[in-house]
């Protein structure tokens, strides 16, 4: 399959995308997919560089990830992090045994000059996932998370806080240097792109450090294809993690309309649960349809990616592209 | 305790030095005791730094080292390596989960600017050794061994070709300009040290690169105690590992005398097999004495560390200072 293959770009977080992932995994074939990964998470921690959002994805679309925690490895041991402990080492931070092995492989390659995409693909390779993850940037940007507490660190709010100050708002530190992917670009430009799927993840530490690239959204502007996101609020509420409580810390209704309007010109379509539509209507430049948006199933997963496919198929048809490539912001 | 209390200094490899360190744990106080590691075949692996004679010791003195290798901790798992082989990394070198800790937390700290010294004693403190632990120097030395194949580092030749090239000689890059832990020197030049101890470690890739520090071998020639070395070979076969087949390569006999031979100078005493008693008598400036130097039980261990130290101290008595400091080559 050559790039110019790609029929759907994946903007997705952790969790929650990396179930819709595997939803479009099982529609498309490995050529036809480019998830992109958020990297805004990634953090070093013991010296080691850690990437949660790509190994989420990594683990899921492996097949190898804990279905219970959504995050790390089905079977995970945690003789490291009981040695560490036992060592006066920093824990707040669970790194399990054979989830190590990607963070000192990782953090070996990038110092012998490797760059973070060439080792996701060839790790994603290794451990068979067929479809293609790339890291939005090898580019270095770091989510900073403003609180009433002052600025944190990503990890240090989301893990080791527990989400618990209150957040003013979030910038994405190299982000407006950072460069995106060129596979991405290069997908993003090319005719038999038919969709731009924006995840059901927390817009504002999921996707929004993706599209704070200025490239890359330069370049999601002038996409032929729709650009379609999934509503990660189902009836006032998030479907996980800490998306309300954010929302509402950021003066926000928790309401699917709320992260249209977050999302605004970036969107052609939203697809949110049926009980949302009417709310979710009154952002006039995006089309809104119903879907099944909760996936508790692999069935509810790949259903959902068919319907994504088949929305912005249809936005396609319906909405000159001249219309779309206004949205340029 | 004070520095000014060390009793004895132990000059320590890996397995065969911790046994004997156990042992002299048990008939010194904490404060009497100062255990030397050998840090020449130290290495950096995956990105990790790894000192496999500092962590056998330290594993040993704790009493959670494997009982059945001799290396690594007891009750191991190795999903990090089995994790590694699948994602194609290197596995050659056997890192169990608990073991990693170490290696992780070291590597950090090392960055961070904490000193070797400083991080093995707070890590072995940490895990309630109560004796001290050492490594010869801060800097950076590293065994090479010269073979038939071309040089070869230390555990390039050791682990991964399972010490099977010929050996024509060893050297020990950095040695010239590392300084000894100064924690040592002083303990040296204390009129309280009794016996300074050569563990029955193998004298060409354990001992040899402690001695190749100019400071060290000048401080163990001045030093008014005796230096007492126990034969790490019994009736003409090593007690475990390669020296056999290194000392053949080297052309020398398999003998303790050829050990007493090339520790030289440096010894005033040399405990060793009553079989080869005669046959080590031969070196007229070392006093030579039978002793059970095979370490098979903890009663072995403690019996020959009580020996050792008065076999120290009978030489003490015997000997002029004046004779033992003729030693300083």
Known sequence: MKASDVRCVALSGGIGGAKLAVGLSKVLAPGELLVVANTGDDFEHLGLNV??????????LAGINDPETGWGRAGETWNFMAALEAIGGETWFRLGDGDLALHVERTRRLASGESLEAITADVARQLGVEHRIVPMSDDRVRTIVETADGDLAFQEYFVRQGCGPRVSGFRFDGAVAARPSPALLDALARPALEAVVICPSNPFISIDPIVALPALREALGACHAPVVAISPIVGGAALKGPTAKIMGELGLPV??????????????????????VTDASNEPAIEVAPAHVVMDSLEDRVRLAAEALDFARRLARQTAPVKRRGRLI
């Not at 990437?51 to 899921?60: A, E, N, Q, R, V």
């Not at 697809?271 to 949302?276: E, G, H």
Request: hydrophobic share 45%.
């Open 255 to 276: 309401t699917a309309a709320a992260v249209a309007g977050h999302y605004g010109a970036l969107l052609d379509g939203f697809l949110v649960d049926a009980t949302d």
């Open 51 to 60: 990437c949660p959002d790509i190994d989420t994805l990594t683990y899921t």
